[in-house]
């Protein structure tokens, strides 16, 4: 599986929008790239994905660079509730089965 | 939204004893998963199963741990003689459908091996 970089931490404050980066320099063309989070104590959340444009859910934005070697997770306004430790993961489309690979992810703290 | 449960919440076992973990994916969904995380470590992929087979699994899915899905409901994950290197939160999961869409996740069962 092609690997992602994450910062380890990062701080924001409540209401404010939050941009937490990744990179993945060695992404496939068939890589989608997925956002997932984890709250404290519990299982693992999707946020969003997308392989080439821009997405926008209800949770998130997800800005993806034009050369795909990097993409950017956007909270638009932080709350308590979006403190969490985000995982930025790649997912091959050509896979028979879903199998996400973790890393560290970036641990996002809110501050109220 | 529909959710995948788990039970139980927390298990504690003796080692060597058998545990079987439960969970009962979305209802409409095909593919279902096993993923665990030890306390402060990354969550780790386990099994994939569908069409009532296993379709993928890790190193860590070795002989001691086998899955089912009994009915039509659950899936369960079975440990045969449990160690204390097993000891992590187990997280089910599933999805409709095996190319990037969203996968499901459970809130885990954490066990404890004493």
């Known amino acids: 599986d092609a690997k992602t970089t994450q910062p380890n931490s990062m701080e924001s404050n409540e209401e404010e929008p939050v941009h937490l980066p990744c990179n993945h320099s060695?992404?496939?063309?068939?890589?989608?790239i997925h956002w997932y989070r984890q709250l404290p104590s519990q299982g693992p959340e999707y946020v969003i994905h997308?392989?080439?444009s821009n997405v926008n859910n209800r949770m998130a934005s997800l800005a993806i660079a034009e050369d795909r070697k990097s993409s950017t997770l956007i909270l638009h306004r932080a709350t308590l509730r979006d403190a969490a430790v985000y995982y930025c993961?790649?997912?091959?489309?050509?896979?028979?089965?879903?199998?996400?690979?973790f890393g560290k992810g970036t641990l996002l703290t809110v501050n109220p | 939204e529909p959710e995948v449960t788990q039970t139980p919440s927390h298990q504690v076992t003796q080692m060597g004893q058998e545990v079987i973990l439960r969970c009962v994916p979305i209802?409409?969904?095909?593919?279902f998963y096993w993923y665990r995380q030890i306390l402060g470590q990354k969550v780790e992929f386990l099994v994939s199963?569908?069409?009532?087979?296993?379709?993928?699994k890790s190193e860590i899915f070795d002989d001691q741990f086998s899955v089912e899905r009994p009915d039509g409901s659950n899936f369960t994950l079975k440990i045969r003689s449990t160690k204390l290197e097993d000891s992590a939160m187990y997280f089910c999961?599933?999805?409709?459908?095996?190319?990037?869409?969203?996968?499901?996740f459970g809130s885990g069962t954490q066990l404890s091996v004493l």
């Open positions: 060695t992404i496939s063309g068939t890589d989608y």
């Open positions: 199963f569908y069409n009532n087979e296993i379709s993928e």
């Open positions: 997308g392989l080439t």
């Open positions: 209802s409409n969904h095909l593919y």
């Open positions: 999961a599933s999805s409709d459908s095996a190319e990037n869409e969203k996968l499901f």
């Open positions: 993961i790649l997912l091959n489309s050509g896979g028979s089965n879903y199998k996400l690979t």
